[in-house]
């Protein structure tokens, strides 16, 4: 399974702008994280399909409606979340919040998805970081 790697996370304090993850350390992200498609709580409560299933939704219908917005197509998670095809089996980061972008038997041998856009703009914007030596 990929590492997962989270943006700024804060102790609570109080901030209407917060979301409080409801985790052991009392973490909270900035409101704006909320259901943006990664996981910034500790525990992913941020990305929570109960939650974000609305704006999922929106996500998924716009990138349907503006196909050629982007020089790559979109890709659906398990629990129908969106993403770019570019982020299916990067082997690093966990995309979708059900972690089904990185399912050991979807990305492994004949079963591993055919990328049919062109990711290397997209990869220069958020890049894999390398194995340190």
Known sequence: MAAEKFRITTLCTGDGY???CGDEFNSCIYGFFLCDGIIDCPNGA?????????DWEKLCEKERRFP????????????????????LCDGYY??????????????????????NGDCSSYRE???IPTAMP
């Open 18 to 20: 917060e979301f409080q």
């Open 94 to 115: 966990i995309d979708c919040a059900d972690g089904s972008d990185e399912d050991p038997v979807l990305c492994s041998g004949e079963n591993r998805p055919q990328i």
């Open 125 to 127: 914007s958020y890049p």
């Open 68 to 87: 050629n917005a982007k020089p790559f197509e979109m890709a659906t998670c398990n629990n129908t979340m969106c993403i770019t095809e570019c982020d």
């Open 46 to 54: 941020d990305e929570d399909s109960a939650i974000c299933q609305a």
